[in-house]
């Protein structure tokens, strides 16, 4: 997984309105597509970037899809992000 999808992933605010939704447990898809105003297919798409990201993950029990949160890609990017400070003299 690269940073640049990452980045790309969270670029867009549904896709992180998306994640927040999932902070607080899984969802199923038609879930997360009853809080949004636009279409289920745009929403697939939301789900399937974040999906390719690695940022969400999903598991189908019967004919329900369920997405949940996938934080250690979110860790990494942190951390990525961080050495980006770099070191500061202490003053």
């Known amino acids: 997984m690269g940073i640049g999808k990452t980045l790309k992933a969270l670029s867009d605010p549904i896709r992180r309105d998306i994640l927040n939704m999932l902070k607080s447990g899984r969802l199923s898809a038609g879930e997360i597509s009853s809080r949004f105003s636009v279409t289920d297919a745009s929403i697939s798409r939301h789900l399937s970037v974040l999906k390719e990201a690695d940022l969400i993950r999903d598991t189908r029990e019967g004919k329900f ?5 996938n934080t250690s890609v979110l860790e990494e990017t ?6 980006l400070k770099g070191e500061k003299d202490n003053v």
């Open 65 to 69: 899809i369920y997405y949940d949160i």
């Open 78 to 83: 942190l951390l990525w992000i961080e050495t």
